[in-house]
């Protein structure tokens, strides 16, 4: 079984359109992530939460959105797509806030 | 936001051969982890460090957290062709809001 799944793996789409990636994990965390990796393949954090409560916002355009229906669950809706908005976003979870993170597999989104 | 400096860059080694890799930043951190991300796949942990001065070994790779709080090294012994990838440190800062920041990735070649 895959411990933190998310998707698409791939999407490609045009500016100005709005999407959505989603992300499970089946390990009973409580804490999920969403991280995006740039093309020098630097990562950096976008948002988590906890128990449903957003508590990170690393000064994400408000375009970005995640929306958590469960403990299990954490998706991440993006409005009105940019150029810049192309790269690869990898949901993560952890037991205990940031501590030792388990990532998915990545989407790698481009926008055209 | 945060980044860690890690060195080299990228590595070029023979099978068998044993590496070494570093990661540095300016702030303290409480918490060292150190992820591998292979080719179109998420960043795997490989080790968990909590203490300074600490060293923990998974296999044939030994980790280590600085004393200084400022640093952490990764060894891996008699490399084999699987170890290709980029290799990750993180480091967890508990003033604030919590936040994992990565550092810059070290790129591993394996020559058969």
């Known amino acids: 079984d895959t411990a933190v799944s998310q998707t698409p793996k791939y999407l490609v789409t045009q500016m100005g359109n709005d999407k959505s990636i989603k992300c499970e994990q089946n390990?009973?965390?409580?804490?999920m992530y969403w991280y995006k990796q740039d093309s020098k393949k630097f990562l950096k954090i976008m948002f988590s939460?906890?128990?449903?409560?957003?508590?990170i916002n690393e000064t994400v355009p408000n375009r970005f959105s995640p929306k958590s229906p469960d403990k299990a669950h954490l998706n991440l809706h993006i409005n009105s797509l940019e150029l810049g908005d192309s790269a690869v976003y990898f949901c993560?979870?952890?037991?205990?806030?940031?501590?030792?993170?388990?990532f998915g597999p990545g989407t790698r989104l481009t926008v055209t | 936001g945060q980044q860690l400096n890690q060195s080299p860059q990228s590595m070029f080694i023979q099978e068998g051969e044993d590496v070494s890799m570093n990661c540095t930043s300016s702030?303290?951190?409480?918490?060292w982890l150190w992820y591998k991300q292979d080719p179109g796949e998420g960043p795997v942990l490989l080790i968990a460090?909590?203490?300074?001065?600490e060293l923990t070994s998974n296999g044939r790779l030994t980790a280590q957290f600085g004393i200084t709080r400022k640093d952490s090294f990764l060894n891996i012994s008699a490399s084999i062709p699987s170890d290709v990838g980029i290799y990750f440190c993180?480091?967890?800062?508990?003033?604030?809001?919590?936040?994992?920041?990565f550092g810059t990735g070290t790129r591993l070649t394996v020559i058969p």
């Open positions: 993560a979870s952890s037991q205990v806030l940031t501590t030792e993170q388990y």
């Open positions: 460090l909590y203490k300074a001065g």
């Open positions: 993180a480091g967890l800062d508990q003033t604030g809001a919590n936040n994992l920041f």
């Open positions: 939460y906890n128990n449903k409560e957003l508590i």
């Open positions: 702030s303290i951190f409480n918490t």
């Open positions: 390990l009973g965390h409580d804490t």
